[in-house]
């Protein structure tokens, strides 16, 4: 039985999610012409906004813009070209809906300038390894998501090896978190994600998530990303990232039942769906 009282309401000055329900959704808006599901469907500015405000009314917590690939073999994006895909984006969704938008992006530039622009929180698959990002973190008093990653998008899925995937995922993202505290980033608002398909293998990401609840014990509030990915392909031998629904729509019951706090989506009203029943009987 989940408890519902103030601890379950994160605020911070410009911005709150409420997770007194369970577990929350991250719609995914990806302004890219290259992401392995959505690459090239929200280059349009108008669509783009269209698309986070369809994802919002439909039950998103939180929209995730980025403006960088990271799928397998994706190349470094520079940071003139990150903000002339998002900043627009983010300035008019700022004006239009109340939830958090968060930048989803590893470089310091472009996450001040989304900042600026009305973005209220950072999910930086490097785990803020740039001190410069812990630093505006800390000054903004902003969340955090802290993924893990073993390599760079470009080479991750060449033959990615652990000794203990678990205990090395874990135990990287503690110290990462530990060292954000340092520079001042509230635990609070710091939130880990295992790093589902950056770097691991099929058994990478099953081990992973069956011991999901190794990493909900940290105390830190976690974060999920299996929306449409490779693995779950792999499992259906569904090719075409669009059609792995149900199969994705498995992971978030799964995760929302275990306590994960937060779930990034590409299908947000389906998941919706998944996750408010899973919320419901796990209550």
Same mark, same amino acid.
């Not at 601890?7 to 911070?12: F, G, P, S, T």
């Not at 609840?213 to 490779?230: E, M, N, P």
């Not at 779930?263 to 029943?277: G, L, P, S, Y």
């Given at each position: ?18 997770? =007194? ?29 269209? *698309? ?16 960088? =690939? ?43 300038? =989304? ?13 803020? =390894? ?17 993924? *893990? ?54 058994? *990478? ?79």
């Amino acid at each position: 039985m989940r408890p519902i009282n103030n601890e379950n309401i994160l605020k911070w000055p410009k911005g709150k999610l409420d997770f =007194s329900s369970g577990c929350i959704l991250m719609g995914v808006l990806n302004v890219t012409p290259d992401s392995f599901s959505d690459g090239g469907c929200f280059l349009d500015v108008d669509a783009a906004i269209e *698309h986070a405000l369809q994802m919002a009314d439909a039950g998103a917590a939180i929209i995730d813009i980025g403006g960088e =690939s990271t799928r397998p073999g994706s190349k470094t994006v520079s940071a003139d070209e990150q903000m002339s895909r998002t900043i627009p984006v983010i300035k008019e969704i700022a004006k239009r809906i109340s939830i958090p938008i968060s930048i989803d992006t590893s470089n310091y530039e472009v996450a001040l300038a =989304s900042l600026e622009a009305g973005a209220t929180m950072l999910n930086d698959i490097t785990a803020l =390894s740039d001190d410069r990002m812990c630093r505006l973190a800390a000054e903004y008093k902003v969340p955090v998501v802290l993924m *893990h990653m073993q390599g760079r998008p470009s080479s991750m899925q060449v033959e990615p090896k652990y000794e203990n995937v678990v205990e090395e995922v874990l135990q990287f993202l503690l110290e990462r978190a530990g060292r954000a505290e340092k520079f001042g980033v509230d635990k609070e608002k710091i939130f880990i994600d295992p790093g589902i398909g950056f770097g691991k293998t099929l058994e *990478h990401n099953l081990l992973l998530l069956r011991n999901i609840d190794r990493f909900i014990c940290s105390g830190y509030r976690v974060l999920v990303g299996t929306s449409r990915k490779r693995f779950i392909g792999q499992i259906t031998g569904r090719e075409k990232p669009s059609d792995r629904i149900f199969g994705t729509a498995a992971t978030v019951a799964l995760c929302a039942a275990a306590g994960v706090s937060i779930i990034r989506v590409h299908d947000v009203a389906e998941m919706a769906d998944v996750a408010r029943v899973a919320n419901t009987i796990c209550k």
